[in-house]
Nanobody, 120 residues
Framework: QVQLVESGGGSVQAGGSLRLSCAAS?????LGWFRQAPGKEREGVAT???????SYADSVKGRFTISQDNAKNILSLQMNSLKPEDTAMYYC?????????????????WGHGTQVTVSS
């Protein structure tokens, strides 16, 4: 069992920045961030494998950076140049078993989410 607790969401104006964090318990082979806007399907944002390999959705490339502090088991998502369309509930997710860690790949464990709101 992997427990995930997100923090760092909030409200910001377009062009601003936010940093999300996720405290993970136990070993994981793949960690990622997903988001879901009202009325839309959940979508993958970024993932990071245990060897540090990263993958991003085209919509966030160049603006978001996923990273992991292995010593503290904390996953982060630095979000810069935020746009109103980035407004969503952001979820941290993880998987223990080996496999693809491409963004959007199904993961097994989920946090409760943290809200990000970007105003124009």
């Amino acid at each position: 069992q992997v427990q995930l607790v997100e923090s760092g969401g909030g409200s910001v104006q377009a062009g601003g920045s936010l940093r999300l964090s996720c405290a993970a318990s136990g070993y994981t082979s793949c960690l990622g961030w997903f988001r879901q806007a009202p009325g839309k399907e959940r979508e993958g944002v970024a993932t990071i494998a245990s060897d540090g390999w990263t993958s991003y959705a085209d919509s966030v490339k160049g603006r978001f950076t996923i990273s992991q502090d292995n010593a503290k088991n904390i996953l982060s998502l630095q979000m810069n140049s935020l746009k109103p369309e980035d407004t969503a509930m952001y979820y941290c997710a993880a998987r223990r078993r080996r496999g693809s860690c491409f963004f959007g790949v199904p993961l097994d464990y989920w946090g409760h989410g943290t809200q990000v709101t970007v105003s124009s």
